[in-house]
Each structure stands twice: as C-alpha cells, then as structure tokens.
T-cell receptor, first 110, second 114 residues
Framework: QKEVEQNSGPLSVPEGAIASLNCTYS??????FFWYRQYSGKSPELIMF????GDKEDGRFTAQLNKASQYVSLLIRDSQPSDSATYLC??????????FGKGTRLSVIA | SAVISQKPSRDICQRGTSLTIQCQVD?????MFWYRQQPGQSLTLIAT?????????ESGFVIDKFPISRPNLTFSTLTVSNMSPEDSSIYLC???????????FGSGTRLTVV
C-alpha cells in the first residue's frame, strides 16, 4: 500500500527562522512529489513540485528530494506568520491518483 | 492551471437526506477526483470520475452512497446520499494537471449533517 508519513506537528518556529518540513514515502516507484499548503477552512494549494533528486528553489521555498532514502522535505526561509498553515506532501506514481500525507501544522510565531 | 468552481460552499442538512455537489472546470480535463477531508484529517480519495464511464471508487466508498456523474469533460457531481452525522466533512473536487503536475482543487463544500 502506498503511504506517506508526515509529522503532524504542530511545528512552531519564530518569525524569520527556517521551517523544515519532512515527509517519507513507501513506494519506490514514485515519480513526482508535491507540497501543498492548506490554510484553515480553505482548500489545498500547490506550492512546490519536484521530480529529480536534489534541491529545487522557488523564492523562499526549497524542496529537497532523496529517492534513495525515500525522503522529501520543504524548507521555508525567513518564515512569516502568513506561512502558518498545514503543509501536505503528496506523491504521484504512474497512473494512480495522488497519495497525500496527513499534513504538518506549521505555526510561525511573531 | 485549471480553475474550478465548486458549489455549494457549505450546507447544513438533515440526516436521511441527500446533497449534490457540483464542480465546473474552465477547461476540458480527462479525470476529476473527489476527496473528503474530515475535521483535522488529511485528504481521502472517494473516487475518480472519468467522462463516459463509471466512476472508480476507493475502498470503503460505494456508488450507492456516493453516486457520481460526469456528463462531459468540464463538469461532475458528487451526491452524498442518505446522510448521517458521520458524513459531516469537507468535500473537494480536483483535477489533474498535464505532465504529472499536481492537482488543482475546488474551494470545497463544508457539509454538516444534523
């Protein structure tokens, strides 16, 4: 069974710090990995995706993928209170629908 | 990415009744997905709706309880039938992007069954 593991948190970081969110997945055939942000009462929105091993940067966000370790992470630099949300990781394998983790709740303290 | 209009945004329903949720996409898409998100939980896939064929349901979800229609490539409905308080949840439709891009979600329907 394809599974995604995330620490549910809450993860609390001070404003301006780096928030590090981690995710492990079970399916070695996974091809694509996604990070979604979900504010309370809102639907998830895609913020990053990564296919290849290594780092991918987009503004304050960096996604890191290590397929050998089946590990994907999201770093948020210069964290802001507006980053406080639940972050869901998900992976995609072949023609199956996206598999989502349970999400990590991030709280950025001003 | 696709833009999805989902309605209703919220509803309070009596147990034993049914509610139909609609999703309209601004472009043609092959697959649409229906998810449920219970309070404090992650997303659980209910079914995949394909145009021109029966929906594919995930384990634990059945067509009699969650009938789905997909009359064309831009529209789908999910009905929650014979509702009970356990059906209180957020229901989300989503569409897959091209080239393995992640899904786009509708704004969600917050359902409360009393």
């Amino acid at each position: 069974q394809k599974e995604v593991e995330q620490n549910s948190g809450p993860l609390s970081v001070p404003e301006g710090a780096i928030a590090s969110l981690n995710c492990t997945y079970s399916d070695r055939g996974s091809q694509s990995f996604f990070w979604y942000r979900q504010y309370s009462g809102k639907s998830p929105e895609l913020i990053m995706f990564i296919y290849s091993n290594g780092d991918k940067e987009d503004g304050r966000f960096t996604a890191q993928l290590n397929k050998a370790s089946q590990y994907v992470s999201l770093l948020i630099r210069d964290s802001q209170p507006s980053d406080s949300a639940t972050y869901l990781c998900a992976f995609y394998s072949g023609n199956t629908p996206l598999v989502f983790g349970k999400g990590t709740r991030l709280s950025v303290i001003a | 990415s696709a833009v999805i209009s989902q309605k209703p945004s919220r509803d309070i329903c009596q147990r034993g009744t049914s509610l139909t949720i609609q999703c309209q996409v601004d472009s043609q898409v092959t697959m649409m997905f229906w998810y449920r998100q219970q309070p404090g939980q992650s997303l659980t896939l209910i079914a995949t709706a394909n145009q021109g064929s029966e929906a594919t349901y995930e384990s634990g979800f059945v067509i009699d309880k969650f009938p789905i229609s997909r009359p064309n490539l831009t529209f789908s409905t999910l009905t929650v039938s014979n509702m009970s308080p356990e059906d209180s949840s957020i229901y989300l439709c989503s569409v897959g992007g091209e080239a393995n891009y992640g899904y786009t979600f509708g704004s969600g329907t917050r359902l409360t069954v009393v």
